[in-house]
Nanobody, 120 residues
Framework: QVQLVESGGGLVQPGGSLRLSCAASGSIFSSFAMGWYRQAPGKQRELVADISSTFSTRYVASVKGRFTISRDNANNAVYLQMNSLKPEDTAVYFC??????????????WGQGTQVTVSS
């Protein structure tokens, strides 16, 4: 069973930056697409960014140019660098592992989430 553990959330002022990390257990990490999702209070969980096993990436329009997803297969980790944060980025951020190497597959596993709050 894959375990995903997020870290790096916190309180930041508008315009600030945070880097989220997700540590994954289990083998063959490099074979699976990974993603970051978020859920704000009263809203549905939404995709933020994901990265395939071949390092192809995609982003939701609202974070393009501000967020960067990356992965380190040697350390079984995926990251989300968030710059120019806005209050509307406030949410619980979840790490996800897909069922295959492409992000067009289904999410199989979720982390417990890490809170990101953007406020002055």
């Amino acid at each position: 069973q894959v375990q995903l553990v997020e870290s790096g959330g916190g309180l930041v002022q508008p315009g600030g930056s945070l880097r989220l990390s997700c540590a994954a257990s289990g083998s063959i990490f490099s074979s699976f697409a990974m993603g970051w999702y978020r859920q704000a209070p009263g809203k549905q969980r939404e995709l933020v960014a994901d990265i395939s096993s071949t390092f192809s990436t995609r982003y939701v329009a609202s974070v393009k140019g501000r967020f960067t997803i990356s992965r380190d297969n040697a350390n079984n980790a995926v990251y989300l660098q968030m710059n120019s944060l806005k209050p509307e980025d406030t949410a619980v951020y979840f790490c996800a592992r897909y069922t295959s190497g492409t992000y067009y597959s289904q999410v199989r596993s979720w982390g417990q989430g890490t809170q990101v709050t953007v406020s002055s």
